[in-house]
């Protein structure tokens, strides 16, 4: 359902994806996981004809991104991590407007409107700005206004972030109805436990590569018990880099100064991964390369 | 639900062109209905100026050829006006790409010039509205008349609004590049504010100093005053350069130009523009 080979992409003199491949089947959920700025949006935008990729090709519902834009966004549904609609309207007038966008006629946008607000708990507010929503109430209207259409695909760029653990599940087990009703989805996240509970493949992305790939239990498996291994540019990041992966990893980094090298054995290398490179991305490192092995 | 697609044929894509923009002028008005403080805001500004310049300005100031300041005054009111549509233009434009509206409307089978197309023709008719209204009040309080025919009446408001059409698309490409309203506003009003006042607006121009003088007779804001007190028959200055002799034709000129550079320039930004 959602196909890319090499997708490529620059925005100035930096290189945000330098080859990403990509293979969802119909009616699962595949998570991009991965760090601030590892690409992981910018897969998404490319995916949703927003932003065309400087090189690779990719199809979504069986339509190219670039050759068949018009007839793609018919086919998806896109969330985003701000919530996307108008402030000042209320919520039935909001989704009303985008279902007309899409060229529905008015009765039908009317009434997937209403129907749409009843299914995601907002038909009491329909009627009310949108400003007077709570965060959790906007994202669901954010997510209502994705599916306007029934889209067969959907993306969502981190949809729970910034929202309390009460409405994050409600969120989820929406989610899970929708695949079940033959939804294809691919979300990005920066939660492992996000990914591991709803997606059926995780990629992880790194510095604009995919650094693993697969089902999360054959992820952990793949590389649990393994090693995380982290190349540092300059022999001043490898000392404060040392700092930081001690600091979140339990293991011993083994450490070869020469090649600016450290090497740490763990047990779960997926999590690790993640962990290590939020941690270094926090502590501004200019690190080069992080793998799982 | 069906799969919806997109039309295959040039008048079909057309008619959706047109439906889009609809839309999105329609969620314009609904924002207005929404936040009634703001339309009274659009139909009291004009009010205040008419007022502020007219009686303040209007004591203090006698023309060189004699005439009725209040008179000579309401055109360039008119002009002023017409020129801060950018304002409000980069304002919207560019809180829709903070919020990330642009995006969701650029990942819908929207055609490419509606969000922009739609947004500026709304924006178009709030002003007409404005206008209007201080036409009514310049009537009213200052006793403002316009002297030519119906149809010469009909030309100077036609030519304010072509030019407040073309101001408004170069505030819609401005907002596009800024990151939310309060640069928008730095953007436009910055420059526009001064720029209105360097011109024939308020004052004529034979008391500035020769420096100045030039930059004043070629600004186009003061083509765009000359040409509507030509057309509404009220009260002007001698015209020392080719643009105010001849204000209509330049006037058409700048406005036409205006458009020819800022659509074309807007509508592809809007096409690649990236949200935050």
Known sequence: ?293 | MTVLEPPATRLARLGWALADSLTIAGRTYSRLRAQPGELAGFLVFPIIMTVLFGYVFGSAITLPGGGDYRSYLMPGIFMQVAALTAVAAATAVSEDMALGLIDRFRAQPIARSAVLVGRSVADLSIHLLSVAMMALCGVVIAGWRPHGSPLETLAGFGLLALFAYAMIWIGTYIGLFVKNGAQADAATFGWLFPLTFLANAFVPLEGLPSWLRPIADWNPMSAVVSAARRLFGNPGSAAASWPLQHPVTSTLCWSVLILAVFVPLAVRRYRTATSR
Not at chain 1, 45 to 66: H, Q
Not at chain 1, 87 to 99: K, S
Not at chain 1, 106 to 131: C, H, N, S
Not at chain 1, 225 to 242: K, M, N, P, T, Y
């Open chain 1, 1 to 293: 359902m959602i196909y890319a080979e090499g997708l490529r992409r620059r925005y100035g003199a930096v290189d945000a994806l330098k080859g990403v491949d990509l293979d969802v089947p119909q009616g699962t959920v595949c998570g991009l996981l991965g760090p601030n700025g590892a690409g992981k949006t910018t897969v998404v935008r490319i995916l949703t004809t927003l932003l065309r990729p400087d090189g690779g090709t990719a199809r979504v519902a069986g339509c190219d991104v670039v050759a068949d834009a018009d007839r793609l966004r018919y086919r998806i549904g896109l969330a985003g991590q701000h919530a996307a609609v108008d402030e000042l309207l209320t919520g039935r007038r909001n989704l009303v407007m985008f279902g007309r966008l899409y060229h529905l006629p008015r009765r039908t946008a009317r009434r997937r409107a209403g129907e749409l607000l009843e299914r995601f708990g907002l038909a009491e507010a329909a009627d009310r700005p949108v400003k007077t929503y709570s965060g959790g109430m906007r994202r669901r209207l954010d997510l209502a206004a994705s599916l306007i259409v029934a889209p067969p695909v959907l993306f969502l760029d981190e949809p729970t972030t910034g929202l309390d653990p009460r409405s994050r599940l409600a969120l989820w087990d929406l989610l899970r109805e929708l695949v079940s009703e033959g939804t294809t989805v691919l979300l990005t996240t920066q939660y492992l436990d996000e990914a591991d509970h709803l997606a059926d493949q995780i990629v992880v992305v790194d510095s604009g590569r995919v650094a693993a790939s697969g089902s999360p239990s054959a992820l952990k498996g793949k590389v649990g018990g393994g090693r995380v291994s982290i190349a540092f540019r300059e022999a001043g990041d490898l000392s404060a880099g040392i700092e930081v992966v001690r600091g979140v990893l339990p293991g011993e980094p083994e450490i070869d100064r020469g090649e600016r090298r450290l090497a740490v054995p763990v047990e779960d290398g997926a999590a690790s991964l993640i962990k290590v490179a939020t941690a270094l991305d926090e502590v501004f490192l200019r690190l080069t390369e992080v793998t799982a092995a």
